[in-house]
């Protein structure tokens, strides 16, 4: 017996109001002169644009690695038999989770109205080392100091979600071997929370990347800071957020591509190898891109 | 240390969670070499008991000694002091462990599973580790899955790794809570079968099981626990065969 398959008018009407929106508007940007794509994508190619996107990928790496060790450490302090230092993270989390970080950013750029002098050493002696807080407390270690001590704060979240679903009776098996707690995290508990904890760290990377524009607030020289400058100058302003956004879009594409790398090797033991083509695996990782990072208010 | 004194002795054990009282009072001793199973209904204490032997449970009053060493605390004379954890772990580790769930860990192959402990706690060289390790998993049949991960590999193979993994650390004694509870009927044999060759070379063993057949064939002593006490204790035959107590006659006609 012949079979009629279903039909499904609308999906083909949908797909067409996709295609005519998507043309019309790709013909009104190629169009509309005032876009200037020549002097955006001269920009994109310029030495400052260039130094300004390093910058911005050095803070993401610096804040990233701060963010992860010390939200580790703050994870770790939440599952202690402490009280007082279980209370100290929580107490962490919820300080840094609750201001906003451009708040934070400019709040440890001013820290020196705060503490002029900052010294090291022992309460009640003579410190050992005094340093001005004018000098230390640069644009760029205010910015440091905010991004990283504020991403801990949400890593340590992540950290300790993956910490969780470790199965208990690992650490017990690990405990019978006689390994210690240390060596029981680091062998056994990190690798396997690390499955967990990958995923949303690749997005909090990505996150931080964008988030990395606010410390033009305080003039240190990232992508969007250098843009700025230049556009104040010559007023063109829209070239240059163009310009700047394929910078940002480059580097974003570049980090998912990375996520997805390190998901696999993440996953040993728990996946047969991964044998599809590196091509499909660009267009997984672009469709990861695509989809909505779950936004947080920083 | 001679053959006669006990290589686990246990001293008016009592430990409880809360306000729940989950061991009331043990008393026991395994000599080297025997074989101790013990049985009982769900939640009468067998693998709280294992546990505080191996001390990953502390106990509230009563003394465990392994070897003659006293676990957890040292002896001071006028005072118990707790051990520093160092201490505790060099002792765990001359207990091995086999658990009803296996707990292989999954990121490590079946041959990184048995020389983590070799190389990571007791220091032994890469090289010497992995002969040994290789040696373990021929014994117990599973020479050819050396490289396999835990997923791709059945229960009873996961247990009998999980086997080679605590023989690895050259245990003075092995502990095993229902290691066979959550096999397939099938795959019980091949780990009872390890189990066996493993109590014939002599190794001290207690074991928590529902495998009445393997306590009558395999065990030399029978411990039957309720309630957190030890209801009877005795030569495996007599216990199993010829239980004294109604309650122990009334558990072994429940799982047999
Ligand atoms: N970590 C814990 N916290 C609170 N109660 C516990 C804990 N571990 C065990 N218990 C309780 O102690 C009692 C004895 O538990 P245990 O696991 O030793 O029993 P069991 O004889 O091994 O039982 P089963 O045959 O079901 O394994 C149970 O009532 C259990 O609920
Ligand atoms: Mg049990």
């Known amino acids: ?298 | 240390m001679n053959v006669h004194t006990p290589l686990i002795l246990a001293e008016g054990v009592y430990k409880r969670f809360g306000r729940t009282e989950v061991l009331r009072g043990i008393d026991l001793a395994v000599a080297p070499g025997e074989v101790c199973c013990i049985i009982g209904p769900s939640g009468s204490g067998k693998s709280t008991l294992l546990r505080c032997v191996n001390h990953l449970e502390k106990i509230q009053a009563g003394r465990i000694w392994v070897d003659g060493q006293m676990v957890g605390y040292a002896d001071h004379g006028d005072h118990l002091q707790e051990l520093p954890d160092r201490e505790v772990q060099r002792r765990r580790a001359q207990i091995g462990m086999v658990f009803q769930r296996f707990n292989l860990f999954p990121h490590m192959t079946a041959l990184e599973n048995v020389v983590e402990g070799p190389i990571g706690v007791s220091r032994r060289p890469r090289a010497e580790a992995e002969e040994h390790a290789r040696w373990l998993l021929e014994r117990v049949g599973l020479a050819e899955k050396a490289n396999a991960y835990p997923r791709h590999l059945s229960g009873g193979q996961q247990q009998r790794v999980a086997i080679a993994r605590a023989l690895a650390m050259r245990p003075r004694a092995m502990l095993f809570d229902e290691p066979t509870s959550a096999l397939d009927p099938e795959l019980v044999g091949e780990v009872l079968t390890v189990m066996k060759a493993l109590a014939a070379e002599g190794m001290t063993m207690m074991v928590v099981t529902h495998e009445v057949s393997f306590a009558r064939e395999v065990a030399d002593t029978v411990v039957f626990m309720d309630e957190g006490q030890i209801v009877e204790h005795g030569p495996a035959r007599d216990v199993i065969i010829d239980p004294q107590s109604p309650r122990t006659r009334e558990f072994l006609t429940r799982v047999s």
């Not at chain 1, 300080?95 to 009640?124: E, H």
């Not at chain 1, 990377?205 to 606010?214: D, F, P, R, S, Y």
Request: contains cysteine; glycine residues 6%.
């Open chain 1, 1 to 298: 017996m012949p079979v009629r398959p279903l039909r499904r008018p609308w999906r083909w009407g949908a797909g067409a109001v996709i295609i005519v929106v998507a043309a019309l508007l790709a013909r009104s940007i190629a169009t509309n002169p005032r876009f200037e794509w020549s002097v955006a994508w001269d920009y994109v190619f310029s030495r400052q644009l260039a130094e300004g996107a390093l910058m911005t990928l050095q803070l993401t790496v610096i804040c990233m690695v701060i963010g992860v060790a010390l939200g580790i450490t703050l994870a770790i302090m939440r599952q202690s038999d402490l009280w007082l230092v279980r209370r100290a993270a929580d107490l962490y989390v919820w300080f840094f989770r609750g201001t906003p970080v451009l708040v934070q950013i400019i709040f440890w750029f001013n820290l020196a109205a705060l503490y002029p002098v900052i010294a090291v050493g022992v309460p009640g002696l003579e410190p050992w080392v005094t340093l001005d807080a004018n000098t230390i407390i640069t644009p760029m270690a205010a910015a440091l100091l905010a991004l990283g001590l504020n991403e801990a704060a949400y890593m340590s979240e992540i950290v300790r979600a993956g910490l969780l679903s470790v199965d208990d009776g690992q650490r017990e098996a690990a405990q019978s071997l006689g390994m210690s707690r240390a060596r029981i995290m680091r062998r056994i508990v990190l690798p396997q929370a690390m499955r967990v904890i990958i995923p949303p760290t690749g997005n909090e990377t990505i996150g931080m990347l964008k988030t990395t524009a606010l410390v033009s607030v305080v003039a240190v020289a990232d992508l969007l800071y250098v843009t700025q400058t230049i556009y104040s100058q010559t007023f063109q302003t829209i070239p240059l957020l163009i310009a700047a956004s394929i910078w940002y879009i480059t580097l974003t594409t570049i980090l998912s591509i990375g996520q997805a790398r390190l998901e696999k090797r993440y996953s040993r033991g728990a996946h047969e190898v991964d044998t599809t083509p590196w091509t499909h695996r660009v267009r997984i990782s672009l469709a990861r891109f695509h989809a909505p990072v779950p936004r947080r208010l920083s």
